[in-house]
């Protein structure tokens, strides 16, 4: 195919009011990908999300979704897309097969490929057994499941989760994940997420990142913690002192130790260990590599935490509603 | 194209392809959403029963006890006689704008953003909705028609089929306008508040609990230009014209405008165009909201 992009966004932009949501954003996304969009809570990924998905109009800027424009081809991107929102949006007094029938009848599915293709996404998420059960009895994992597997019903080209994991417990979380990854095994789809997870965002080919409504970078999860560069090694051994004193001396490493262990950063953190273990003539007890999380990735292109900038959003909002309150 | 088909071993998910929007489409989805109010009317007994109760407390509880203060005017026709047709219109009524409140509530539960964000004209979805609550009124109105024989209104075909015809009319206009309130109010609080608001004055107004005839001038107004008038003075001609007691010149229905005796079908037309008005509203309303 000559354009793989199944996602294109060019100058996109939101303003509300005096507020800049989006502050001009581009990128693409590729067939089949997994492309995630980090950032700190109000950083503006609902907003561009919302953007792609027809439900809010770009102040400037175009966006291409499945090959159709945004705002002058709505329904045509609609047809193409499955949502998966932050807020449940499930009819909780109709059971799963009802919800899933209802979404059916809505983008108007051939009837005849209904029954195999409800089996198909409910065992995908592992609710095939509990078809038959009102919505209002599942937990909130089960429900998120629901909702994933309603998105996907009428085979969309490109799935839109919008933090399909926040408020999950950690268990649970881990189960989307694994049905998000079964899920681009089988399927021939995109799937476009926001997280405020950095843990999360690893899971993703591709990620951006975007602070206060600009997207800071985009790249691989390796490659951004690669460009971040060392891993942090520590070592437990009989003799710290000596330890360190050898680590400067022959790999010209500062170390010092940090809860209780002899602490140091290291480029290709891996490959370093068998050297250390040859050379370092001091027994080592244990060794621990840590690679370079997103959270440094973040740190180093902005400046700050993910936590510092959500504190800080949630400021700078606070700020614009005392400041419309003042002028009235 | 042989090497196609047999490329994935593994297994090959049943592929769906959503056909462009077309009025088949359309009218899949005004069943859809319609078929939706039914089943949770089905599911919420409670509430069946619970809108019985109040038109059931104006027909036997107010109807017996004002009786014996009226026997004089009511011209040998029993005041629960000739109260049954404006209760069947109050029946109607508050189920009608209830149903409506499922605008509301999908808001609030989120499911209406499942409906927003599908490919679907924002008027099916409406229809569906108007439709809904229309057929849930009309079988709420049906079930208070059982009381019929207990207020001496017989049971006669004609008749039941004239009045469950005049309460599917009535039931689609006051869903509509219901509806046409619902489409931009963020709480279910606000609509019930609201409601309130509009349907004991419009109760009151309509000649449900009194005839129209010999009022002063201003009631005489609000009543004219009250919708449910339209609604309620044909079913009362419909049940008098099947009683074996020629009801007292006091009771007679009929709603007059300047004089001119209004015919019950001018009055249904009244309903239907405004029913047809609000429904028009509400789906230009509705296609704003986000």
């Known amino acids: 195919m000559p354009d793989a992009a199944v996602i294109s966004v060019a100058g996109l932009y939101k303003r509300y009011g005096e507020i800049e949501a989006v502050r001009g954003v581009d990128f693409e996304v590729t067939a089949g990908e997994v492309f995630g969009f980090l950032g700190p809570n109000g950083a503006g990924k609902s907003t561009t999300i919302k953007m792609l998905c027809t439900l809010v109009h770009p102040s400037a800027g175009t966006a291409r979704v499945a090959g159709h424009d945004v705002v002058r081809a709505r329904d045509e991107v609609r047809r193409n897309i499955g949502l998966v929102f932050q807020d449940p949006t499930l009819d909780e007094y109709l059971s799963a097969e009802q919800n899933l029938r209802f979404h059916a009848e809505l983008y108007g599915m051939p009837k005849a490929v209904l029954p195999a293709r409800s089996r198909e996404v409910l065992e995908m998420v592992g609710l095939w057994d509990r078809r038959a059960g009102l919505v209002s009895t599942y937990s909130g994992g089960m429900k998120r499941r629901l909702e994933i597997a309603r998105g996907l019903l009428h085979s969309p080209r490109v799935l839109f989760l919008d933090e399909p994991t926040v408020g999950l417990d950690p268990q649970t979380r881990t189960t989307i994940w694994s049905y998000i990854e079964q899920l681009r095994r089988l399927e021939d789809i995109t799937i476009f997420l926001t997280t405020h997870y950095m843990d999360e965002a690893e899971h993703c080919d591709r990620i951006a990142i975007i602070d206060d409504g600009r997207l800071v970078v985009l790249d691989t999860p390796e490659a951004l913690k690669a460009a971040v560069g060392k891993d942090r090694v520590q070592i437990q051994t009989d003799d710290d002192p000596a330890a360190i004193a050898r680590l400067r001396e022959r790999f010209g490493l500062e170390a010092a130790v940090h809860d209780g262990a002899v602490t140091f950063s290291v480029a290709g953190g891996e490959r370093f260990v068998p050297e250390l273990f040859a050379e370092l003539g001091v027994p080592i007890r244990a060794v621990n590599v840590a690679r370079p999380t997103l959270d440094d990735v973040f740190l180093a292109h902005t400046g700050r935490t993910i936590r510092d900038a959500e504190a800080s959003a949630t400021d700078r909002m606070r700020g614009t509603l005392m400041a419309m309150r003042g002028r009235r | ?290």
């Open chain 2, 1 to 290: 194209m042989v090497a196609d088909v047999v490329r994935d071993t593994e297994r090959v998910p049943a592929k769906v392809t959503v056909p462009a929007r077309s009025l088949r489409g359309d009218l899949r989805v005004v069943k859809v959403v319609w078929q939706r109010e039914m089943i949770r009317f089905a599911r919420d007994r409670m509430r069946i029963v619970v809108a019985l109760l109040q038109p059931l407390l104006f027909l036997f509880v107010l109807g017996t006890g004002l009786s014996s203060m009226v026997p004089a005017g009511t011209g040998g026709v029993g005041l629960r006689t000739f109260l049954f047709p404006g209760v069947l219109s109050m029946a109607v009524m508050f189920t009608a704008l209830f149903s409506a409140a499922s605008v509301v509530w999908d808001r609030e539960f989120g499911f209406l953003r499942e409906m927003l964000v599908a490919p679907v004209r924002r008027g099916a979805i409406v229809l569906g909705k108007c439709l809904g609550g229309a057929s849930v009124a009309t079988v709420q109105g049906v079930l208070m028609l059982v009381f019929a024989g207990a207020v001496g209104v017989p049971y006669s075909p004609v008749l039941l089929g004239t009045l469950v015809v005049e309460m599917a009319v009535l039931a689609f206009a006051l869903t509509a306008l219901g509806v046409m309130v619902a489409v931009r109010i963020r709480s279910i609080q606000s609509f019930m508040a609201l409601n309130q608001m509009i349907v004991m004055p419009m109760f009151f107004l309509s000649g449900a609990l009194f005839p129209l005839i010999g009022l002063p001038h201003w009631l005489t107004l609000l009543t004219r230009i009250n919708p449910l008038t339209y609604a309620v003075d044909p079913m009362r001609r419909a049940v008098f014209a099947h009683l074996d007691t020629a009801p007292g010149q006091t009771l007679r229905p009929g709603v007059t405008w300047w004089g001119w005796p209004v015919p019950t079908m001018l009055e249904l037309l009244v309903v239907v165009l405004l029913g047809v008005a609000m429904f028009l509203i509400a789906t230009v309303r509705f296609q704003k909201a986000d």
